[in-house]
C-alpha cells in the first residue's frame, strides 16, 4: 500500500467518524422537546355565550388552574381545579 492509499483510508476513516458524531449530537439535541411551560394551566378556546338569557356567542378563553393544597386527595386520578373564563378575540376559535 503507498502512501496516498493510506492518507485515503486515514481520511475516509475521520470523515466517517465525524459524521457519526455529528448525527448523534444532532439527534440528541433533536431530541429534547420544547420547553416546558412554568404554568400548569390549561386554555381552551371556544364558542360560548358571554351571560345568561344572551342571543349571540362568543370566543371565549377558558382556564383551568390546579388547585394547590395540603390535603392529598382520596382518589390521585382527580384534581381540584379553579376555571375561569374571558371573551377573547374571535381568530382564537377558528
Given at each position: ?8 483510508g486515514t481520511i475516509s476513516r475521520i470523515l466517517v467518524f465525524g459524521l457519526l458524531v455529528v448525527a448523534t449530537i444532532w439527534g440528541v439535541v433533536l431530541s429534547h422537546g ?61
Open positions: 500500500m503507498n502512501l496516498y492509499q493510506h492518507a485515503m420544547p420547553a416546558q411551560a412554568t404554568s400548569a394551566d390549561t386554555i381552551v378556546y371556544s364558542w360560548a355565550y358571554p351571560h345568561l338569557g344572551a342571543d349571540q356567542q362568543v370566543c371565549k378563553a377558558i382556564v383551568t388552574h390546579p388547585v394547590t393544597n395540603q390535603r392529598t386527595p382520596k382518589d390521585p386520578s382527580r384534581q381540584r381545579v379553579t376555571v375561569r373564563s374571558h371573551i377573547v378575540d374571535p381568530k382564537f376559535c377558528l
